[in-house]
């Protein structure tokens, strides 16, 4: 993954934030969306866009394009800022391949101590019952 082809692909377009500003807020396109199309990026292998497609599909639209927004400041070149922070890193968690899990063995002593725990359980219950009296 080569993170400066991957910004060079990247395009924006700054659109009117919604939220407090006052009248300044009509006027002035300080929210930042940022799109990136997955399929059809140079900085990603093939392995990589198949993996992201896998794990981002939730995010991404039928054309495999990735869509974020940022509107957290009122400054456009900060909101830029952020967009792409977090498209760095939600590529970068994308990729990331998790280690498959070894299962453990139980080990004999933790199944001799729950054996013996329902046996005493089993004693208690036992002996709150009444006594036969037909023999």
């Known amino acids: ?12 377009k700054a659109v009117r934030s919604s939220g407090a500003g006052g009248q300044h807020v009509n006027k002035v396109s300080s929210k930042v969306m940022l799109t990136f199309n997955v399929s059809k990026s140079q900085g990603l292998s093939e392995e990589e866009k198949e993996i992201l497609l896998k794990r981002l599909a939730s995010k991404l639209t039928k054309e495999h394009l990735l869509i974020l927004n940022s509107d957290e400041s009122r400054s456009q070149h900060k909101n830029k800022e952020f967009v792409i922070k977090r498209f ?27 054996l013996d725990d329902k046996r005493k359980q089993s004693g208690k219950k036992a002996d709150r019952k009444k006594p036969d009296l037909d023999n």
Do not use: D
């Open 88 to 114: 760095i890193s939600l590529i970068q968690e994308g990729l990331v391949i998790p280690k498959e899990r070894i299962p453990t063995k139980i080990p004999k002593a933790v199944i001799k101590k729950r």
């Open 1 to 12: 993954m080569n993170v400066e082809t991957l910004i060079s692909e990247l395009t924006f």
